[in-house]
């Protein structure tokens, strides 16, 4: 059963504060996605990798950092959050070389206050 | 830019009846098509993808039309039920090597009426 999974689950932070978001999957995928959903604009890209050492940036990148160290962990940062961050966002893992199925994480909710 | 286009944003069918989802996109290179649900408080998952190859895709209910001429494709749920009622995503991408990205349709939420 393909596992990817979240941390932390729910998070508040104050404006200007960074926050990590990580993201663990043992599918032994090369690519692993971040996305953010929103009312109304459903799943946006915001950064993706291809294997440990590489981020590349999706439709939405402006404000989020990424950070591949390993092939299981993928994270995402916020330097300096903002209240248009708020969001629920979604980590996803995906086998390589053509378009395979992406497996979802639980989500995290992020309220920026 | 929105690249893939999904209607309606939201629909209510009756239980039984065939519910249809449409989506059209304009990369004329995306080659894979699949859809994704998403049941409330749960995170995506697929559902049900096709290439171009085919023009219809079947599993169960759930049945993908693809019209390659006039780049649309729809999902019907066929007997639909009330456990069927979820947001749907439609997606496509095409193929890079390295890496495959989905581009998301902006989802449609289905409610099932018993």
């Known amino acids: 059963e393909a596992a990817v999974t979240q941390s932390p689950r729910n998070k508040v932070a104050v404006t200007g504060g960074k926050v990590t978001l990580s993201c663990n999957q043992t599918?032994?995928?090369?690519?692993m996605y971040w996305y953010r959903q929103d009312t109304g604009h459903g799943l946006r890209l915001i950064h993706y990798?291809?294997?440990?050492?590489?981020?590349e940036k999706g439709d939405i990148p402006d404000g989020y950092k990424a950070s591949r160290p390993s092939q299981e962990n993928f994270s995402l940062i916020l330097e300096l959050a903002t209240p248009s961050q708020t969001s629920v966002y979604f980590c996803?893992?995906?086998?390589?070389?053509?378009?395979?199925?992406?497996?979802f994480g639980p989500g995290t909710r992020l309220l920026v206050l | 830019q929105q690249q893939v286009r999904q209607s309606p944003q939201s629909l209510t069918v009756w239980e039984g009846e065939t519910a249809i989802l449409n989506c059209s996109y304009e990369?004329?290179?995306?080659?894979?098509f699949p859809w994704y649900h998403q049941f409330p408080g749960e995170s995506p998952a697929l559902l049900i993808a096709?290439?171009?190859?085919?023009n219809k895709k079947e599993d169960g209910r759930f049945t993908i039309f693809f019209n390659k001429r006039e780049k649309k494709f729809s999902l019907h749920i066929a007997d639909s039920q009330p456990g069927d009622s979820a947001t749907y995503f439609c997606?496509?991408?095409?193929?890079?090597?390295?890496?495959?990205?989905?581009?998301f349709g902006k989802g449609t939420q289905l409610i099932i009426q018993p």
């Open positions: 996803a893992s995906g086998g390589l070389g053509g378009q395979d199925t992406q497996y």
């Open positions: 599918n032994n995928h090369n690519n």
């Open positions: 990798s291809y294997g440990a050492g590489s981020t």
């Open positions: 990369d004329s290179t995306f080659d894979y």
């Open positions: 096709i290439r171009p190859v085919s």
């Open positions: 997606a496509a991408s095409a193929y890079t090597e390295g890496a495959d990205r989905l581009t």
